[in-house]
């Protein structure tokens, strides 16, 4: 999953939550009710930048982690 924006990510299908870690920042947000279609897809996305500002950023309520 080589990508210049994310880190790394992680989905818990059982809370529909999906953690993002991002390049840079390093910060990690947990994007909440997250279908597990958007999941699979975005694993499968060849830019995870673009599928996450396309797909996920301004849909899904999230919270920072710490």
């Known amino acids: ?3 210049t ?4 990510f992680r989905y818990l ?3 529909r939550e999906l953690d993002v ?3 840079g920042t390093g910060r990690t947000y947990t994007y ?4 597990p279609e958007t999941h699979e897809a975005f694993r ?3 830019s995870k ?3 996450f500002n396309n797909r996920i950023r301004d849909r899904y309520k ?4 710490r």
């Open 1 to 3: 999953m080589p990508s």
């Open 5 to 8: 924006a994310i880190a790394n």
């Open 13 to 15: 299908p059982a809370d």
């Open 21 to 23: 870690t991002f390049l």
């Open 32 to 35: 909440m009710d997250v279908e």
């Open 44 to 46: 499968q996305a060849l």
């Open 49 to 51: 930048g673009r599928f």
């Open 62 to 65: 999230f919270r920072q982690r």
